[in-house]
């Protein structure tokens, strides 16, 4: 098995893609690309072979002669190619569409507008300094996160669905990161501060955290 995944290491998206290869417990090389030096590693010419929409994640199984770009299609990629580990999403069909429809709430809703490429648009369009980018990063997380919490209501356990870690908590936990770095309050979402709490406790996403990167900084 020859697996790689081109990331960096305060990526949302890589985030979650590092602790689902740590929950199916599968080797990987991991490739840093700087999303910030000279300019961003993104947009070298190599980089862009394997990926032209120049953002991370990339992931690449060489043993199956495949690239994949965006997060959840590699996470379920993972799910169905490999036995190991954890099972990602649940067997069920409509619990599967359940846990689905919460990740896309965090992945496709929320993270994209506080993305690295999106503030510094609003810096260059707009000559946003840092700390409004900040208020802009702010309202965007306690917007997601506030309805996330009320779908939690019904659905939580010790993880987002009951007492097994899914998909929609791999998403959950870089979100949480994401809105503590710009300062969210995360103790006004009880149900997520107690699931994010509980999925560190569980090695995959203790190795899989930003610090425990080699290009942290």
Request: charged share 25%; net charge negative.
């Amino acid at each position: 098995m020859s697996l790689k995944l081109y990331g960096y290491w305060r990526s949302s998206a890589s985030y979650r893609v590092r602790i689902a290869l740590n929950l199916k417990q599968l080797d990987y090389d991991y490739v840093p690309v700087h999303l910030v030096k000279d300019g961003g590693e993104q947009h070298l010419t190599s980089y862009q072979q394997l990926n032209p929409a120049e953002l991370v994640p990339t992931f690449v199984d060489e043993d199956e002669d495949v690239i994949l770009n965006q997060s959840l299609a590699i996470i379920e990629y993972l799910h169905e190619r490999y036995d190991s580990g954890e099972e990602l999403l649940p067997e069920h069909r409509l619990d599967r569409a359940r846990v689905r429809a919460l990740s896309y709430d965090l992945a496709c809703d929320v993270q994209p507008l506080v993305n690295l490429r999106v503030l510094q648009q609003i810096s260059a369009d707009f000559n946003a300094d840092d700390e409004h980018k900040a208020a802009w990063a702010r309202n965007w997380n306690q917007r997601g996160l506030s309805a996330v919490e009320k779908r939690l209501q019904t659905t939580a356990g010790k993880y987002c669905f009951g007492f097994d870690v899914s998909l929609a908590d791999i998403c959950l936990v870089p979100q949480v990161y994401n809105a503590m770095r710009f300062k969210v309050d995360i103790s006004a979402y009880p149900l997520i501060e107690k699931i994010y709490h509980n999925c560190l406790e569980l090695d995959a996403f203790e190795r899989a955290r930003p610090e425990n990167q080699p290009d942290a900084q």
